[in-house]
């Protein structure tokens, strides 16, 4: 049978079924279910586990072998079967569905594979996972709804955390779970028990290298070049990718330019459209101050050149055009002609 990951909690409290799919997209999400499976698992007696990885050269009669064998110092095991890409193959498929077709009670076997298409899911080893047991399929959390888990998570945390720091830090993480959840748990650790908002978010990143690219864009718009070279220096000695760089600057380049088509002040509900929060409306009106539009159209066109130097498409180092589009946004002249 199928049930929904929102399901397990509560099914976890009833007898465990003899065996669990879980697959999906989404492996923090996977890890924790395993994780909760494997507790209740020990609780209920399966004391010994035994872990297989189904890659090249796999031989599935151990596995047969394990499902079948007396445990020779716990009445009850724990087999884990992980399947990296999700395809057993004709030997491995016929292998399960007949451990499966009279799973032995002394077993508890765990599956975990990524997500599967539609002809895994019509092949016999599936269907006989369904018939003897559960299927769990992860899905990624929409981009709308990153914010309300990453609330719900910060409360399982014994944390209070406000609508707009909830969606800055959705923003930063751009839909990484696993980030998500390490960010709240140093979170939890510098907290002093107060709700957490926009201002504790960007000072509690502040020194995370995963970041300097906000750090970098910040730098610019506060009209720190030095800063911001040394920013880029070091995104580039860590192995960041040029054009997620690039898009980057690009979206920004973007906010502003249409930002600085207002004919007055910008609005809350301009600034909620474009997630400008807390001490970032200041820095955003400073470089507006500074910046005409004329200005963001010519670097937005030094965009789409670098974009062609990544590519190979023009005879340009792409990371010395990041340097000058970077010190222009800074204020410091630099800019050649397109």
Not at 13 to 29: A, H, T
Not at 133 to 147: A, K, M, S, T
Request: proline share 6%.
């Amino acid at each position: 049978m199928k049930i929904k990951q929102e399901q397990l909690s509560s099914h976890v409290k009833q007898p465990l079924q003899p065996v669990y799919l879980l697959c999906g997209d989404e492996p923090l999400l996977i890890q924790e279910a395993g994780d909760q499976l494997r507790a209740s698992a020990r609780n209920t007696g399966f004391s010994e586990r035994e872990v297989f990885h189904a890659d090249a050269g796999f031989s599935w009669e151990r596995l047969l072998q394990s499902s079948q064998s007396l445990s020779l110092f716990s009445d009850k095991q724990l087999i884990e079967l992980h399947i990296p890409n999700g395809k057993p193959g004709a030997k491995g498929g016929d292998m399960l569905a007949q451990i499966l077709a009279s799973p032995s009670p002394d077993n508890l076997i765990l599956i975990y594979c990524p997500k599967l298409d539609a002809a895994a899911q019509r092949s016999a080893w599936f269907k006989a996972i369904d018939k003897a047991g559960v299927i769990i399929q992860f899905w990624p959390v929409e981009p709308q709804r990153l914010p309300g888990w990453i609330q719900q998570r910060c409360r399982h945390a014994g944390l209070s955390i406000d609508a707009d720091a909830a969606q800055l830090l959705a923003d930063r993480v751009e839909g990484n779970l696993l980030a998500a959840a390490q960010e709240i748990e140093k979170l939890k650790l510098i907290n002093d028990g107060s709700p957490l908002n926009v201002e504790q978010i960007i000072g509690g990143v502040a020194d995370n290298a995963r970041y300097d690219l906000y750090g970098l864009i910040d730098a610019a718009l506060e009209a720190k070049p030095a800063r911001c070279l040394k920013m880029l220096q070091g995104l580039r000695a860590e192995g960041t990718d040029a054009i997620v760089l690039l898009g980057s600057l690009t979206w920004e380049l973007r906010k502003l330019l249409e930002l600085s088509q207002n004919s007055g002040p910008i609005s809350d509900l301009q600034y909620k459209k474009h997630r400008i929060w807390g001490n970032r409306k200041t820095v955003i009106n400073q470089a507006l101050r500074r910046l005409k539009p004329h200005q963001l159209r010519q670097m937005l066109q030094q965009c789409a050149a670098i974009d062609l130097a990544i590519k190979g498409m023009r005879p340009d180092d792409p990371w010395l055009l990041l340097s000058i589009l970077a010190l222009e946004l800074s204020g410091k002249p630099a800019l050649p002609s397109v």
